[in-house]
């Protein structure tokens, strides 16, 4: 009964790792790096606005505002991208989960204590 149980702990595990919880982990990793890079984005087009109405520096304000609007849109599609596959992730990862208890139940359970 013990080897069983240390079988199916065993098999979680592999589970969870071919599912990709690494990946999940990563992936929410790199959203958080993502979503500094839209702040400090964001904190830079304010600045832009801010600066004096200089009339021979407004096309390059014109410019840069546009280009780092663009790069933001860009950042984060991204990151709806990351947050997607995570989602995805995690659901699959759940449906594993509910079929293992459901088929070992109170023994998964009292493996994992």
Same mark, same amino acid.
């Given at each position: 009964? $013990? ?7 065993? @098999?979680?595990?592999?589970? @969870?790792? /071919?599912?990709?919880?690494? !990946? ?5 990793? +790199?959203?958080?790096?993502?979503? @500094?890079?839209? *702040?400090?984005?964001?904190? /830079?087009?304010?600045? $832009?606005? #801010?600066? !004096? ?8 304000? $014109?410019?840069? *505002?546009?280009?780092? +609007?663009?790069?933001?849109? /860009?950042?984060?599609? +991204? ?9 995805? #992730? *995690? ?7 509910? *079929? ?5 139940? !109170? @023994? ?6």
């Amino acid at each position: 009964m $013990i080897q069983k149980i240390s079988n199916l702990h065993g @098999k979680t595990a592999t589970v @969870k790792k /071919a599912v990709g919880v690494e !990946d999940i982990l990563k992936l929410e990793n +790199e959203i958080e790096a993502s979503e @500094k890079t839209l *702040q400090n984005l964001q904190e /830079a087009s304010d600045d $832009i606005m #801010m600066l !004096d109405d200089d009339t021979t520096l407004i096309s390059y304000h $014109i410019e840069t *505002q546009k280009m780092l +609007e663009s790069a933001k849109e /860009a950042l984060e599609e +991204e990151v709806r991208g990351y947050k997607e596959r995570v989602s995805s #992730m *995690q659901q699959v990862l759940n449906g594993l989960e509910v *079929q293992l208890c459901a088929k070992f139940g !109170d @023994k998964l359970e009292a493996d994992e204590s």
